[in-house]
T-cell receptor
Framework: DSGVTQTPKHLITATGQRVTLRCSPRSGDLSVYWYQQSLDQGLQFLIQYYNGEERAKGNILERFSAQQFPDLHSELNLSSLELGDSALYFC?????????????FGEGSWLTVV | LAKTTQPISMDSYEGQEVNITCSHNNIATNDYITWYQQFPSQGPRFIIQGYKTKVTNEVASLFIPADRKSSTLSLPRVSLSDTAVYYCLVGAQAGTALIFGKGTTLSVSS
């Protein structure tokens, strides 16, 4: 158990809908990362927050947005969902914002768009 | 951000030592080298991290030459359960994205 909690674990929704994925980082971690992993694809970096502020942005679609709240939990919002958005979405956390900080991943949220 | 290059795949047999090498020619002075392991449908898991020379923990060793332009993850006496994807990451400065490459798929057979 990494200490990173993600909900929901599984989600099935229809095209055009909007979903919110939630992440609680490890206790004491200030940095949160979101990654997308499609079937047989690598981990695609979406976005990083540190102590409530956006720190780095990857290839995150405009239909996707995220935020980190004062209690440090984070939410990833996916809207106008398309079939291609079906993937495993990982949240990860680390103590600090730098790459040498060990990153701890949650178990992921499986999103299936039908 | 230092780019990393790893072999796409490797095969091994149980009980053998496996060495996976990662190239990172543009590594910055302050960058650390970190290796992660990922099983199917699970999040990557930290294996080992180093800055220079050799680091060893209970599961692996990490060898980093003096120029730091490459690193080698060594897994002693692999078992079937070591079949996974292994990622080499070079630490990003704050404010830049932490990118996982395609990793190395290690297949261990009996």
């Amino acid at each position: 158990d990494s200490g990173v909690t993600q909900t929901p674990k599984h989600l099935i929704t229809a095209t055009g809908q909007r979903v919110t994925l939630r992440c609680s980082p490890r206790s004491g971690d200030l940095s949160v990362y979101w990654y997308q992993q499609s079937l047989d694809q690598g981990l695609q970096f979406l976005i990083q927050y540190y102590n409530g502020e956006e720190r780095a942005k990857g290839n995150i679609l405009e239909r996707f947005s995220a935020q980190q709240f004062p209690d440090l939990h984070s939410e990833l919002n996916l809207s106008s969902l398309e079939l291609g958005d079906s993937a495993l979405y990982f949240c990860a956390s680390s103590v600090g914002p730098r790459g040498q900080n060990t990153i701890y991943f949650g178990e992921g949220s499986w999103l299936t768009v039908v | 951000l230092a780019k990393t290059t790893q072999p796409i795949s490797m095969d091994s047999y149980e009980g053998q030592e496996v060495n996976i090498t990662c190239s990172h020619n543009n590594i910055a002075t302050n960058d650390y080298i970190t290796w992660y392991q990922q099983f199917p449908s699970q999040g990557p898991r930290f294996i080992i991290q180093g800055y220079k020379t050799k680091v060893t923990n209970e599961v692996a060793s990490l060898f980093i030459p003096a120029d730091r332009k490459s690193s080698t993850l060594s897994l002693p006496r692999v078992s079937l359960s070591d079949t996974a994807v292994y990622y080499c990451l070079v630490g990003a400065q704050a404010g830049t994205a932490l990118i996982f490459g395609k990793g190395t798929t290690l297949s261990v057979s009996s």
